[in-house]
């Protein structure tokens, strides 16, 4: 299977990835990045997520590290990470959009000028 | 404010006992950690932030469940099945236990009166119903209650059939039979359900 067939990503699951593309994350720690990232358009709920990471996990694009955080409450914490088929999914899709985008500003300039 | 968090998380919780068990073992905990902190940032400003958030979680559940049962589904497992079964179960046991015990006590205000065999058959209603918390024990008397029913109404049958042709007597047992099928297979599923869970 190519990375092509995997695309495109909906949009929550390339903000997940994307969010977890610079350091491993918490679940929480996620969900408030998508926010950010996707500037307050997508919220994800708690269930929407967590389906979301197991879907990945099973897709092997994302992994679970060993390493339990504990929290301040004394609960383990478990961080995600992309993996080097994740990384390469992003950035598949990053160059899809981008194909994407020259060609709607190409179509638009020219119906402009 | 903080009680009203705290019931909340208490009652996602519960909500969370709703995944697929496979999910739930994996998920569950963070799940109800990330709840938490989500809805303390909420409730941080304000009572309705806190209900708008908790009423979103809790819309977004349906979906979200169905689809994790979906995929644990396509993992076939053993724990998939018997969640399965035991909904399956659950969810005709309270629809058809909950009608025919309502058809009964209907009956039973209107005429004041009831008879044995309404009686007996309200009780392994009662049993169905109760399985949802009792599996083994509410299953085993809503199967065996079953059979009776069944043995019963084949023997109704026969009786009814008496100087009809074979055919004619064979589908009136048949008919008799099915009276009590519906509690036989859904106090068996239960039955299942309870034992695979104990093993």
């Known amino acids: 299977m190519t990375m092509d067939e995997h695309l495109p990503l909906s949009e929550a699951t390339l903000f997940i990835l994307l969010s977890l593309a610079q350091e491993p994350r918490h679940g929480y720690a996620i969900l408030k990045d998508v926010e950010t990232l996707s500037q307050g358009r997508i919220t994800l709920s708690t269930g929407t997520l967590y389906g979301a990471l197991s879907r990945l996990l099973d897709q092997g694009w994302i992994e679970r590290l060993a390493d339990d955080l504990p929290e301040d409450s004394g609960r383990p914490r478990k961080r995600y990470r992309l993996t080097d088929i994740g990384q390469r999914i992003v950035r598949a899709e990053t160059e899809r959009l981008e194909r994407l985008a020259v060609v709607a500003r190409f179509r638009l300039a020219k119906e402009s000028s | ?199």
Request: glycine share 12%.
């Open chain 2, 1 to 199: 404010m903080t009680h009203i968090t705290h019931l909340m998380t208490i009652l996602y919780a519960r909500l969370l006992g709703l995944y697929p068990p496979g999910f739930r073992a994996e998920f569950g905990d963070e799940m109800r950690a990330v709840f938490a902190s989500a809805l303390a940032d909420a409730a941080a400003t304000g009572l309705w932030a806190a209900l708008c958030f908790s009423l979103r979680e809790v819309a977004a559940l349906p979906r979200n469940i169905i689809q994790a049962a979906r995929r644990e589904g396509q993992h076939r497992t053993h724990a998939y099945r018997v969640y399965r079964a035991r909904w399956i179960a659950r969810y005709n046991a309270v629809w058809f236990g909950g009608l025919i015990l309502l058809i009964a006590l209907q009956r039973l205000l209107r005429s004041g009166e009831i008879d044995a065999l309404r009686a007996v058959q309200m009780l392994i209603a009662v049993s169905l119903v109760l399985a949802w918390r009792w599996e083994r024990l509410g299953g085993l008397l809503a199967a065996l209650g079953g059979a009776l029913l069944c043995g019963l109404g084949l023997l109704g049958g026969y009786g009814a059939g008496q100087g009809e042709t074979l055919l004619a007597q064979g589908l009136t047992m048949l008919v008799g039979a099915l009276w009590g099928l519906p509690y036989l297979i859904f106090g068996g599923l239960f039955l299942y359900v309870g034992l695979q869970a104990e093993a």
